[in-house]
């Protein structure tokens, strides 16, 4: 049966309007674009994730905070970072624990993750990089030492998510 042109157009909107709301729904499934690169900084000292935040803030990143494991994991139902900041001794999930579970997780495990901890032996570094920890850093660190780093990772996984994804 055909219809009236009028009756025809107003279906036609009516799909439109569907598919518009459908994927206004499915968009925040969709990873976001970010005009920043969106670093996560985990410690439990507010005053690391201050002063950290603030030094990345002023270099362009986007920057979001947690102060533990647990609350890093919650947040990162929500958002996944472009790199992560990640101290080792926190209340209730430490940095091994949060960067063991993120590398056991297929929508964490290529988030890089560069270690800031005051445990310098070569036994922790070790077991970080056995976790899978990109980099590891003592601190206090260098602001000039971390930017670096992270630049570099941050240009690694470019290159790496450009080859596998062409």
């Known amino acids: 049966m055909l219809l009236p042109p009028l009756v025809r157009h107003g279906i036609a909107r009516r799909e439109q309007r569907l598919a518009d709301g459908l994927s206004a729904i499915a968009s925040p499934l969709i990873e976001e674009q970010r005009a920043k690169p969106l670093v996560m900084v985990v410690d439990d000292s507010i005053t690391m994730r201050k002063v950290t935040g603030r ?20 947040k990162l139902h929500d958002r996944v970072p472009d790199m992560m900041l990640l101290d080792i001794e926190m209340p209730r999930m430490d940095g091994y624990e949060l960067a063991t579970q993120m590398k056991a ?19 922790h570094r070790q077991r970080a990089f056995d976790i899978g920890v990109d980099r590891y850093l003592g601190k206090p660190y260098q602001e000039a030492e971390l930017l670096a780093q992270i630049a570099e990772v941050l240009e690694q996984r470019a290159m790496t998510m450009e080859a596998v994804h062409g």
């Open 105 to 123: 997780d297929p929508r964490l495990r290529d988030v890089p993750i560069i270690m800031i901890t005051s445990r310098t032996g070569d036994k």
């Open 55 to 74: 030094v990345l803030e002023r270099h362009d990143y986007e920057v979001f905070t947690a102060k533990d494991g647990v609350d890093a994991l919650e």
